[in-house]
């Protein structure tokens, strides 16, 4: 049990004391919340549901939904994960009781979820019941020269709107339920990922308000959530101010948002970035501590521009600068609500923040 106990626990009640910054984590399995409570988070900031997505038993529902030949087909598979999706965010609201869990919906690369090799293939035509070769040609069809500037984040939301309802139902079912058996209404925030205009964020707040309204009617119960966006694309830290029009909070994806505003890819950065550092073009590696003053920029201009449209907008970070120190001061010094970093950080998280405070005051 990875409880805080002795002087390292007494220093983190006093770390505590001192900080502004909330401290949340990135986390996606029921295990990780738990030892993310135990280290203090204080409620979830991310959890990627791309990665539930991943699970050995439910891939090949997730093939055919995605090579499916339409609407029809797609509901068809996701009628199969409805039920398992559901049991993902029980657990997960069981081990948060009383403490926000912010949910994004699904933002995967799409190429990860075709099948790779001939065996995998016909799994999916079996399930699905129609042959390898249309699934071939299906694929080949979905196949992305640059998958991660492509068909992902809301994008897929947009263009499959049956994907972000499956996912909103299950969230607001799974709340109902916990609520009902514990007597404790969980805190759900929904987040859109990859969000560059504001249209957008209006299309999928709709469906996820639609769908909440279907599930409390049926439950007979209300449960209190919010819906809200990441902010990753340079575009979208320039348009915070219309996006805020839609959100009720802002998650900063600063993974996404180095990449993009460096036009570096976070997959193969380490190739060159080692030598970048050593010849002083940037003080750091960008993925690991923030570009104060590039990708920083940013993140100012939108915390500002959201703020203007909705004052005291919820802002937060969950790229993985909100478990780096020094990413954290400039946390701080802007002003944000939270830093949400994966489980193992969140004690680091907790003193950088108080250490931020201190230097601040
Ligand atoms: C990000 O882009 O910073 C982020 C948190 O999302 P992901 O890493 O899942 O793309
Ligand atoms: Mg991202």
Not at 37 to 59: K, N
Not at 314 to 329: M, N, T, V
């Amino acid at each position: 049990q990875p409880e805080l106990v002795g002087d390292f626990g007494v220093l983190m009640v006093w770390a505590d004391k001192v900080r502004r910054l909330g401290v949340r984590t990135n986390a996606e399995t029921p295990l990780d919340c738990q030892v993310a409570r135990d280290f203090g988070a204080e409620g979830i900031g991310l959890c990627r549901t791309e990665h539930m997505f991943f699970d050995a038993a439910r891939i090949t529902a997730v093939r055919q939904m995605i090579l499916a030949p339409d609407e029809q087909g797609r509901r068809l598979a996701l009628a199969k994960l409805l039920p398992e999706q559901r049991d993902d965010f029980r657990q997960i609201f069981e081990v948060m009781v009383g403490l926000p869990v912010t949910i994004r919906l699904l933002d995967p690369p799409l190429h990860e979820f075709l099948p790779h090799n001939q065996s995998e293939f016909e799994e999916v035509a079996k399930a699905a019941d129609v042959g390898v070769e249309t699934l071939k040609q299906r694929a080949s069809e979905l196949h992305e020269f640059n998958p991660m500037l492509g068909h992902r984040g809301c994008r897929l939301g947009v263009t499959y709107p049956e994907i972000y309802e499956m996912q909103a139902r299950a969230i607001f079912e799974a709340a109902c339920e916990v609520a009902e058996a514990s007597g404790e209404a969980p805190i759900p925030e929904v987040m859109i990922p990859l969000v560059a205009t504001a249209r957008e964020l209006e299309l999928m707040k709709d469906v996820v308000n639609r769908m909440a309204r279907e599930v409390f009617a049926e439950k007979g119960r209300e449960i209190e959530y919010l819906v809200g966006t990441m902010i990753e694309l340079p575009r979208a830290a320039l348009m915070a101010g219309e996006i805020a029009e839609h959100g009720e909070f802002f998650s900063f994806g600063t993974n996404d948002l180095t990449q993009t505003t460096l036009g570096v890819s976070r997959d193969d950065a380490g190739r060159f970035l080692t030598q970048y550092v050593d010849k002083g073009i940037f003080p750091r590696d960008p993925f690991v501590s923030l570009d104060i003053e590039g990708v920083g920029q940013l993140i100012e201009i939108a915390a500002e521009r959201g703020r203007a449209t909705r004052p005291g907008i919820k802002l937060g970070i969950c790229g993985e600068h909100g478990g780096d120190p020094a990413s954290i001061a400039f946390c701080e010094k802007t002003g944000l609500d939270y830093v949400s970093a994966s489980p193992y950080r969140v004690p680091i998280a907790r003193l950088a923040a108080a250490q931020a405070a201190l230097n601040r005051s």
